[in-house]
Nanobody, 118 residues
Framework: VQLVESGGGLVQPGGSLRLSCAAS????????MSWYRQTPGKEREWVAE????????DYTDSVKGRFTISRDNAKNTLDLQMNTLEPEDTAVYYC????????????WGQGTQVTVSS
């Protein structure tokens, strides 16, 4: 199983970025997908998730109304549209795949750096 994130970078406060996660080696539609983030010295923080089937979504309070998670089961991709970015959003963002019934099947990407700074 491989999860490969892309789309990170440097953006000014108020700007936007779109992260993508390309999944391979798994039956993507049978996995719940999430984004997490981590800053140095802090625990990894859950950001957003999208379930399958049904595409129900959920977000941590600090990103509600600004971030949108989406998935394309035909392309095996997960996206995170991030708008109105704040310096506090600076972190390494990770893609996570967890099987919807077999919780031990849990995979992580290598992460992509997002830096929000003027």
């Amino acid at each position: 199983v491989q999860l490969v994130e892309s789309g990170g970078g440097l953006v000014q406060p108020g700007g936007s970025l779109r992260l993508s996660c390309a999944a391979s080696g798994l039956t993507f539609s049978t996995y719940h997908m999430s984004w997490y983030r981590q800053t140095p010295g802090k625990e990894r923080e859950w950001v957003a998730e999208i379930f399958s089937p049904g595409n129900r979504t959920d977000y941590t309070d600090s990103v509600k109304g600004r971030f949108t998670i989406s998935r394309d089961n035909a392309k095996n991709t997960l996206d995170l549209q991030m708008n109105t970015l704040e310096p506090e959003d600076t972190a390494v963002y990770y893609c996570n795949a967890q099987h919807r019934t077999l919780n031990a099947l849990d995979y992580w990407g290598q992460g992509t750096q997002v830096t929000v700074s003027s």
